[in-house]
């Protein structure tokens, strides 16, 4: 197997290398690589820069914003905007409901929600979790029921990402209670300021704001916001959750924060000593640098495996292993902060180092990581049954 860039793909990375690091504000960059939280105003501003440039929604059909690349360039548009320290482009928008409704949605929609959703303008939140459903999402409660030309929607979603600077949010609700479950589900698009619609917000354990509770008491919908066709939602479903794992391996985010590790723990230690003289932390990083190179290696692989645009199912392997070395990282950078990583709650003009008061609320952030975009219990089971043939 050839994995060595050809010049054009080589050139192409040199190309998004540079726009990366001189067209995204400084600012947001700062915030990334300090692992500090984006406001909702740098998320917007990073994205709008990136679709000024034509590059936001690259995996979109072309006449839409998308770009015509292969899998190898959109791989490497990704890899180079996470080693920059850029925020990919808002999934909720770029890789989940964007796609559905160009592949699936009226004219009418398209047209109507497309652009704004591509720049940004329109900020999507997804409805799709439940309480008491967990992993078998087909086994959502929340019912639309038609009357005249609107649905009225009851019921409740729950882990709403970022649902608090939602305009709309993209739902799947039971609009048929009589059929196999899966058979009975429409996608939805709701405004979030639609009466009735109510966001309460769910506190994290590293004290953040992150997710939400979304309540429906009688919200009224127009039928023409109603995406494909009616009990058709799950096929709809499934078509956004296979685009949801394309990339969830983040090598570049990853690389460049044990690369800031390693940096750091050289004067980490006492009177400014290296940690790095200490054997155990030394085998430590050198294990996780081997094992993500490994890692970006079996994603160039599977990169070149793709086809037609569908996610190869190794790209299972991909998000499990990717999240596993995203935390072990994280629990890295932990040990290397030592006591310091106990002022969580310092201020800006703290004596303790940003990136030490940030380890903490990072590692405990990133236990998610393993349970979102199919946990990983999830990913062993496909892994076992599509590649290594182990059915039951």
Do not use: C
Request: proline residues 5%; hydrophobic residues 40%; glycine residues 8%.
């Amino acid at each position: 197997m050839k994995l060595q860039l050809s010049e054009e793909d080589a050139a192409f990375r040199e190309e998004m290398r540079t726009f990366f690091t001189t067209q995204i504000p400084q600012d947001i960059r700062d915030t990334v690589t300090a692992r500090r939280e984006l406001s909702k105003d740098q998320i917007v501003r990073s994205m709008q820069a990136m679709n000024a440039a034509g590059i936001a929604v690259p995996n979109w059909p072309v006449e839409w914003g998308g770009k015509d690349w292969t899998p190898l360039q959109r791989h490497i548009w990704h890899e180079e905007m996470q080693l920059a320290g850029v925020m990919p482009p808002l999934a909720f928008n770029a890789s989940m409901v964007g796609p559905v409704i160009a592949a699936f949605g009226s004219q009418e929609l398209k047209e109507r929600f497309l652009p704004k959703t591509a720049n940004l303008d329109i900020w999507w939140s997804q409805g799709f979790s439940e309480p008491d459903a967990g992993s078998d999402l087909a086994s959502l409660r929340t019912t639309a029921v038609r009357e005249g030309d609107e649905y009225v929607v009851n019921g409740q979603k729950t882990w709403t990402t970022l649902g608090q600077y939602g305009d709309w949010i993209f739902t799947l609700v039971r609009t048929d209670p009589t059929v196999k479950k899966q058979a009975g589900i429409s996608f939805l698009l709701i405004d979030m300021t639609s009466p009735g619609l109510t966001v309460r917000p769910i506190e994290l354990i590293d004290g953040g704001h992150e997710v939400n509770e979304v309540f429906f008491d009688n919200v009224r919908v127009p039928v023409e916001n109603l995406v494909g066709e009616e009990n058709k939602g799950w096929d709809y479903a499934k078509f956004l959750l296979g685009n949801e794992r394309v990339g969830v391996a983040p090598v570049g985010s990853t690389k460049r924060t044990l690369a800031q590790a390693k940096e750091y723990a050289k004067t980490a230690g006492a009177g400014g000593t290296s940690l790095l003289d200490d054997p155990l932390l030394a085998a430590q990083i050198a294990e996780l640098e081997n094992d993500l190179l490994a890692l970006e290696l079996t994603a160039l692989r599977v990169v070149a495996n793709s086809a037609d645009g569908k996610p190869h199912p190794a790209s299972s392997v991909l998000k499990l292993q990717g999240t596993v070395l995203q935390q072990a990282v994280t629990e890295l950078w932990v040990d290397i902060a030592g006591p310091n990583a106990l002022a969580t709650g310092a201020g800006e003009g703290s004596d303790v180092p940003e990136l030490a008061r940030t380890a903490t609320p990072n590692y405990l952030n990133y236990r998610k990581a393993s349970i979102y975009g199919g946990s990983n219990e999830v990913q062993r089971q496909i892994i076992a049954g599509t590649i290594l043939g182990l059915r039951g």
